[in-house]
């Protein structure tokens, strides 16, 4: 069920509408718009009559939802969500950009990729301080070492955090120390790590799986927004096909899907979406050209001695050059945009 409210509802309205959700043992999900709320309705086994809105002061219109999914949805919210990610946004009209090593090693590397970023204007840094590996034998990250080094970025360079939860004791790490928990692709069907994080209010960037489709993805996306987090950034990091050139298959064509589908921003992660060096510039400026609201990128000062996933990370002269190259194509898609607009 999603029940539209008029422009001028009162929030006294929307909460009347709310208290009667509640009472029906339903849950209301209420998402302000730019010109009205709609207020979306989980937890029903059926469907509801909807004569039990339609007359409620403030009430435009009650409307059943058939889609799998309801919060995500843009029947729900026709404009897109600009997530708020400490002191900057994602999806909204600048290009994010995401940065930073793969795993947090040692300061000397984590401030040297941080410096690197700060001078690229980016306003998120990324690093791994719990690193989920194929081998148990594999580099695991330095935990709570880890997120202390991230939270010193943070204060010395101004940028916002970026870091993987892969549990519950993850998750209450990331709160204290990150301003953003990443899922990771294994994670993406963990279903009680999704509902867990939705009842925290850090923002949440969601990968897609190695082999998940839209559909699942954006379900992934309706698990954490139904425990009431509603923001959430989708991630395409390359899925897994017959292909062998590169690490994973970067599937640009779900970017344009994402902003069909649904109001939430999406960004692209080339670095993983290849796993090789030499790619990740050319498919970062596709995935910017297709229309991602931002990007993700490994920066290592020293690939070579990285202890995970060197083969895919930049320099910061590379990176550097990456940023500039993104920004123009940027540029020339919002004046395109802007010009539309207007005539």
């Known amino acids: ?24 043992g339903f849950r209301g999900h209420a998402l302000p718009g730019e010109t009205r709320t709609a207020i979306g309705v989980t937890g029903n086994p059926g469907s509801i009559d909807p004569a039990h809105f339609e007359n409620l002061p403030g009430v435009a219109d009650a409307i059943r939802v058939t889609k799998p999914y309801k919060l995500i949805s843009k029947d729900l919210r026709p404009e897109k969500s600009v997530v708020k990610v400490g002191n900057a946004t994602i999806g909204g009209p600048e290009l994010a950009i995401i940065a ?11 401030f040297t990729a941080a410096q690197a970023v700060a001078d ?36 010395q360079y101004g940028l916002n955090i970026v870091t993987e939860a892969m549990d519950e004791h993850g998750v209450a790490a990331v709160e204290k120390y990150g301003d953003c928990i990443q899922i990771g692709a294994r994670n993406m069907q963990n279903f009680s790590l999704l509902r867990y994080i939705g009842q925290t209010r850090k923002p949440i960037l969601l990968k897609r799986g190695l082999s998940a489709t839209l559909d699942e993805l954006m379900l992934a996306a309706e698990y954490i927004m139904a425990e009431g987090n509603y923001d959430v950034i989708l991630c395409e990091r390359g899925i897994r096909t017959f ?32 796993g090789h060096n030499y790619m990740v510039t050319p498919l970062a400026r596709a995935g910017v050209a297709v229309g ?33 190259q993104v920004r123009k194509i940027h540029e020339v898609l ?10």
Request: charged share 20%; proline share 7%.
């Open 120 to 155: 690229s204007g980016a306003r998120f840094f990324r690093g791994g301080a719990f690193k989920p590996r194929t081998s148990p034998y594999a580099f695991q990250g330095l935990g709570i070492d880890g997120l202390k080094m991230l939270a010193e970025v943070r204060d």
């Open 243 to 274: 292909a062998n050139h590169a690490r994973n298959t970067m599937d640009l064509s779900i970017v344009p899907a994402i902003h069909r589908a649904t109001h939430l921003p999406v960004i692209v992660d080339p670095s993983h979406g290849t």
């Open 100 to 110: 930073g090593p793969c795993a947090i090693e040692n300061e000397k590397q984590v």
């Open 1 to 24: 069920m999603l029940i539209v409210m008029k422009a001028d509802a009162l929030p006294s309205d929307i909460e009347k509408v709310l208290e009667v959700i509640d009472s029906l």
């Open 334 to 343: 919002t004046v395109d945009v802007l010009s539309t607009m207007t005539t």
């Open 292 to 324: 991602a609201d931002g990007i993700i990128i490994e920066v290592h000062p020293c690939p070579e001695e990285a202890l995970c996933d060197g083969a895919q990370a930049l320099t910061p002269g590379q990176y550097i050059e990456l940023v500039e």
